[in-house]
């Protein structure tokens, strides 16, 4: 910090480079302040050991993710989301959770994963994630869901761990439906 104040103490900067020294000071300091969650689970698809569930195709699975990153609010009620603009495999979404709205980009790999993150340049909490599709054996599908977002120091170890509860009941819940939709032909099994 003293750096920083010398710096400016001993040159002539103008109030535009001392805004900026300032801003990049202040983004610094602001980031000292904050820790990293990282956690992920894996979420079973298909149960061949529980034949009354009919399993879903690798195709209903990967349209049921891509609707839950397009439509959100699909699988949660709580969440408001609108697109506002798509380049090819790519598109910006955002998300109102009560008074918040999370500007985020989302990046669909076809049939294989599907990475969000919150845009940068936009002062707002960062968080991304990755939703990874994976088959073992032939049929046997699992969804793997990675977090990574921050949270404030000040914040205690029990909001670590109910975050954790709740993203993974949301990812149960979102395959659960996915499942019922593909069951009732609402996914198309092949392309």
Not at 1 to 21: F, G, K, P, R, W
């Amino acid at each position: 910090m003293y750096h920083i104040l010398d710096y400016i103490l001993c040159t002539e900067a103008s109030v535009v480079e001392l805004q900026i020294i300032w801003l990049s000071f202040a983004k610094y300091v602001t980031k000292q302040e904050i820790k990293l969650l990282n956690f992920e689970h894996i979420v079973q698809v298909n149960d061949h050991k529980k034949s009354e569930k009919k399993d879903i195709t690798r195709h209903q699975l990967w349209q049921g993710l891509v609707l839950r990153a397009r439509s959100p609010e699909k699988f949660n009620p709580n969440l408001k989301c609108r697109s506002l603009e798509q380049k090819g495999n790519e598109f910006i979404r955002n998300i109102e959770v009560g008074n918040t709205i999370f500007y985020e980009k989302v990046i669909l790999y076809p049939k294989e994963k599907i990475k969000t993150f919150t845009i940068e340049e936009i002062n707002q909490l960062y968080a991304e994630s990755n939703t990874s599709i994976e088959e073992p054996a032939a049929g046997s599908l699992f969804v793997r869901f990675q977090y990574n977002r921050e949270i404030e120091n000040s914040q205690k170890l029990d909001i670590t761990e109910y975050l954790k509860s709740a993203y993974l009941q949301l990812d149960v819940e979102a395959i659960s439906m996915i499942r019922i939709m593909a069951e009732k032909k609402y996914l198309p099994m092949t392309n």
